[in-house]
């Protein structure tokens, strides 16, 4: 069984900078592909961010050049930071990974909420 477990999220001013944290742990052979996804009330879940096993990284063009997707293939852990946040930026972030086991799986976290006042 495969577990991704989110950290870092909270209550910030607009401008402010948070770092999100996603850890996997389980049965796991590989992981591929590491995301982060966000949801704002009433709205879709849509891609932030990703990054491959190669390291490298894709963007939604809104947060290019405030957030940093990176991760630790160590760990399992991959992370977001978000610098220079804006109200719009209010959602919960979910992480997302491509894990190999027995067989190839997408896995989900719980969630985070970040949410940024202006």
């Known amino acids: 069984q495969v577990q991704l477990v989110e950290s870092g999220g909270g209550l910030v001013q607009a401008g402010g900078s948070l770092r999100l944290s996603c850890a996997a742990s389980g049965s796991i052979f590989s992981i591929t592909a590491m995301g982060w996804y966000r949801q704002a009330p009433g709205k879709q879940r849509d891609l932030v961010a990703i990054i491959t096993s190669a390291g490298r990284t894709t963007y939604v063009d809104s947060v290019k050049g405030r957030f940093t997707i990176s991760r630790d293939n160590a760990k399992n852990t991959v992370y977001l930071q978000m610098n220079s946040l804006k109200a719009e930026d209010t959602a919960v972030y979910y992480c997302?990974?491509?894990?190999?086991?027995?067989?190839?799986?997408?896995?989900w976290g719980q969630g985070t909420q970040v949410t940024v006042s202006s």
């Open positions: 997302n990974a491509e894990i190999w086991n027995s067989r190839r799986d997408n896995y």
